[in-house]
T-cell receptor, first 113, second 114 residues
Framework: KNQVEQSPQSLIILEGKNCTLQCNYTVSPFSNLRWYKQDTGRGPVSLTIMTFSENTKSNGRYTATLDADTKQSSLHITASQLSDSASYICVVSAMDSSYKLIFGSGTRLLVRP | DTAVSQTPKYLVTQMGNDKSIKCEQNLGHDTMYWYKQDSKKFLKIMFSYNNKELIINETVPNRFSPKSPDKAHLNLHINSLELGDSAVYFC?????????????FGDGTRLSIL
């Protein structure tokens, strides 16, 4: 069972609208949680990284939130643009000596004009 | 001036062949990684090198052998390719503590086994 679950699997919204993507994880203890954007045919690009003590972090129109008690994170995209169409991947870093990042399978977002 | 570059971008080959994928980073990072992204889009770590030393070696068939000639390069050689090896392989790099540092990814090598 994957330790990082994302929902929804896919999402279609109209340009200019807001949306929120969810990430639930069971990795414990964890060091930090990251959100990546992966365009089709490209490698993932980091959007935000939060430690367990941070509740929110913004990067332009992207705002990530973290609730370490409920082990949930969300990524909110404001005033969506066509270029936001991509997969958004939630990644959790385990706090152990493994140096491993554990990836969710992503949410595929399509922004339509 | 691509930060993390992989070659080739596409690789189509027959079962049983041996192939290599190359990765180079010009960010001055001290740690490099190989990931495999399967058809369900999960990214899974395969190997990681820190200053040319292997620090992560996941449960990967020994047909896969990484080689790091220097800090800026991490190549992946695959022997006796199998159908299940078809996937996208991503190289990444980071600087400092791997658990805390941001990883920069290449654009992937799409491997298809016929």
């Amino acid at each position: 069972k994957n330790q990082v679950e994302q929902s929804p699997q896919s999402l279609i919204i109209l340009e200019g609208k807001n949306c929120t993507l969810q990430c639930n994880y069971t990795v414990s203890p964890f060091s930090n949680l990251r959100w990546y954007k992966q365009d089709t045919g490209r490698g993932p690009v980091s959007l935000t990284i939060m430690t367990f003590s941070e509740n929110t972090k913004s990067n332009g129109r992207y705002t990530a939130t973290l609730d370490a008690d409920t082990k949930q994170s969300s990524l909110h995209i404001t005033a969506s643009q066509l270029s936001d169409s991509a997969s958004y991947i939630c990644v959790v870093s385990a706090m152990d000596s493994s140096y491993k990042l554990i990836f969710g399978s992503g949410t595929r977002l399509l922004v339509r004009p | 001036d691509t930060a993390v570059s992989q070659t080739p971008k596409y690789l189509v080959t027959q079962m049983g062949n041996d192939k290599s994928i190359k990765c180079e980073q010009n960010l001055g990072h001290d740690t490099m990684y190989w990931y495999k992204q399967d058809s369900k889009k999960f990214l899974k770590i395969m190997f990681s090198y820190n200053n040319k030393e292997l620090i992560i070696n996941e449960t990967v068939p020994n047909r896969f052998s990484p080689k790091s000639p220097d800090k800026a390069h991490l190549n992946l050689h695959i022997n006796s390719l199998e159908l299940g090896d078809s996937a996208v392989y991503f190289c990444a790099s980071s600087q400092g503590d791997p658990q805390r540092s941001l990883q920069h990814f290449g654009d992937g090598t799409r491997l298809s086994i016929l």
